[in-house]
């Protein structure tokens, strides 16, 4: 019979062996102590106790040797009859349990990027399908990845309906996980209080463990937030750590020409015509590119670089290159310029470099101009000459050279050939951080915006909008205000959409500044202030010359709301409304006919018709609203000349 030495049954071996150990020393002791022996026969029975106990161990190891013998016998014995049946220790199910575990790993992992691979080539809705079926069985099998993409489909509505509670659920059991993704996604769930309760405080919690957790978005987001002051003190030197890292992360992508700009639509500029395809977006620049990559006619970098349309070829790129060179164009020479400063089928020649760059930038190209500045800046061939760099560096960015805007912030943020100034660099860290591959929600913002899926439109718009893009905080609130969306309370909308117009006016958005002002006058989201919508609106005048901004301040002059009357002042703000813009024209020209009318009434009442014309006490007569009443009556007035004009 085989016994096997648990840990249990082997402290019960130790016990037994310490009790006799003990009961035998016991009775030793009282037998010498009953014969009066010598300490010299004490001395010889201890030694023959010690000699005892060592007996004892000595069998207890043989008898384990013999058992492990028999085992090893009969496992012999049953190989050969085919007819072995395994002994499975604690240890052995272990590796079994870890090895299933990998496996499912393994599988798990395979099946989301092969899903990853068919989204990115998926052309079409059961293609798309597809790839999410793959993802949902990835998750399934416990893949982080697969499961964060779910969660993202089921609070954007991508291919499915929206379901944000199932989405904070998995999110909830991500964070859980540790996920950092997870953790950015509660955090501006809770911003909103999209789905669970509206608190900043707890929001701010889940953005500092996503952005420690390598969450590029939870940084971005505390970067602006530092950066406005946004429920953390404004602190402009860690918005510079945070936007720093971002743009560090981008600016490395942008190296590998990873990633298109889209093009940002304003909803409120166009409410009446979003079902028209005039702009040209994200995916129809993509498409276009990969036409003209498809017949080779795109611009011949992309010889030098490779893509799936257009093999890599330095000798292809150098044969283009120069023929466009020769004919002055500054792409070629640009590409010459790339040849010989990397080293692509060539030797490195830092000299020819340079000049090619020269050349191309003097025609003003602007990725040679960030080439230029680039070798000053590194000292790449040519001494290190910061204010050069930044001669260059500066040239490309007023053409929105990424790279270019980058190494500026670099400069700026590290006093390196200029006065560091942690304002500036932070300015153009966020620039870059903006051109991430995030910013494609807005093109599907857009499009579910166009299809009247107000939610899924919305949670995407919030979303940038809380990382500072100041289209989409203006988008937000644009449709928050028209209170079609419903995954927020009624009583949220006018107060969330005026913080959106707050944010989207710091950044310098003249509408959004005007809007403000409006919010305050209707006590839209806060209460009735006169003076503040004055504020505003002078604001907007001041800084941006709104004519909408001088028409509103000219009423509230007017009629006194919020400041002292001043017809005079009133007349001359409506007189420059119509001077800047004219669409201004109409409502101007109807604006002071009524005030000159209501200027003429006041004289008649005050010089000659003081007691004929008492009954005329219009508020009384006509209520609040006198003044529209006055304003319907000329417009009917001017239809009736007009028609009988045109007769």
Not at 388 to 412: D, N, R, T, V
Not at 512 to 529: S, V
């Amino acid at each position: 019979m085989l016994f096997e030495c648990t840990p249990k049954s082997s402290y019960m071996i130790k016990k037994v062996v310490h009790h006799v150990t003990n009961t035998e020393a016991e009775k030793h002791h009282k037998k010498y102590k009953e014969r009066n022996v010598t300490s010299k026969s004490i001395l010889k029975d201890r030694k023959n106790l010690s000699n005892m106990l060592e007996k004892r161990k000595l069998l207890k190891i043989i008898h384990h040797k013999e058992n492990d013998m028999e085992k090893k016998k009969i496992q012999r014995k049953e190989k050969r009859k085919g007819t072995q049946v395994p002994i499975f220790s604690k240890r052995y199910i272990k590796h079994l349990k870890r090895q299933a575990r990998r496996n499912r790993t393994m599988e798990g992992e395979r099946l989301f990027e092969l899903g990853t691979r068919v989204l990115k080539h998926s052309k079409s809705h059961k293609e798309k399908e597809e790839a999410f079926l793959l993802f949902a069985r990835a998750a399934d099998m416990g893949n982080l990845k697969a499961m964060e993409t779910m969660a993202d489909a089921l609070l954007f509505g991508d291919l499915h309906p929206q379901n944000i509670s199932a989405a904070i659920a998995l999110y909830e059991s991500l964070a859980n996980e540790g996920s950092h993704k997870a953790q950015n996604a509660l955090g501006f769930l809770s911003s909103y209080g999209i789905g669970i309760e509206h608190n900043q405080a707890k929001a701010l919690v889940y953005y500092t463990f996503g952005s420690a957790g390598g969450s590029m978005m939870s940084q971005m987001i505390l970067g602006y937030k530092y950066l406005s002051g946004i429920n953390v003190l404004q602190n402009c030197e860690a918005a510079l750590f945070h936007y720093k890292n971002v743009a560090s992360y981008i600016a490395d992508k942008l190296e590998k020409n990873d990633g298109v700009p889209v093009e940002k639509v304003r909803l409120a500029e166009r409410p009446e015509n979003l079902s028209t395809n005039s702009e040209i977006l994200d995916w129809d620049v993509y498409q276009y590119y990969r036409f003209l990559a498809e017949r080779g006619d795109i611009q011949i970098q992309m010889y030098l670089e490779g893509n799936p349309a257009v093999p890599q070829s330095n000798i292809t790129a150098f044969k283009y290159f120069s023929m466009a060179a020769n004919k002055g164009n500054a792409i070629g020479l640009h590409g010459l310029g790339l040849i010989y400063f990397h080293g692509k089928g060539v030797p490195v020649n830092y000299p020819e470099a340079l000049k090619f760059f020269q050349k191309a930038a003097e025609k003003g190209w602007p990725n040679a101009q960030f080439q230029l500045g680039f070798m000053y800046y590194s000292g790449s061939g040519v001494w290190k000459d910061y204010k050069l760099a930044f001669k260059y560096f500066y040239l490309a960015s007023q053409s929105g050279q990424p790279l270019a805007i980058y190494y500026l912030a670099e400069m700026y943020a590290t006093g390196t050939g200029v006065l560091r100034s942690c304002r500036t660099a932070v300015e153009l860290y966020k620039g870059v951080c903006e051109l991430g591959r995030w910013a494609e929600k807005f093109l599907t913002a857009y499009f579910a915006y166009k299809d009247g899926d107000i939610n899924s439109s919305l949670v995407q718009y919030a979303l940038l909008a809380e990382m500072g893009y100041e289209v989409a905080q203006s988008n937000s609130a644009f449709i928050l205000e028209s209170q079609m969306a419903t995954i927020l309370k009624k009583d949220q909308m006018y107060p969330m959409a005026l913080l959106l117009w707050h944010r989207a006016a710091v950044q310098g958005n003249a509408f959004a500044r005007i809007k403000i002002g409006d919010y305050h006058y209707y006590g839209y989201g806060t209460k009735k202030d006169y003076q503040t919508a004055v504020t505003h609106y002078s604001i907007a005048v001041d800084k941006y010359r709104s004519a909408q901004a001088m028409f509103n301040l000219a009423y509230m002059y007017e009629h006194g709301l919020g400041i002292s009357k001043d017809i005079h002042l009133a007349r001359r703000l409506y007189d420059l409304a119509a001077e800047t813009s004219p669409d201004a024209h109409i409502p101007v020209f109807l604006a002071l006919l009524k005030l000159e009318m209501m200027h003429l009434i006041k004289d008649f009442r005050f010089y000659k018709y003081n007691m004929k014309w008492r009954w005329l006490k219009l508020e009384n007569t006509l209520g609040p609203n006198w003044d529209l009443f006055f304003i319907g009556l000329i417009i009917v007035l001017l239809i009736i000349l007009l028609r009988n004009w045109l007769e």
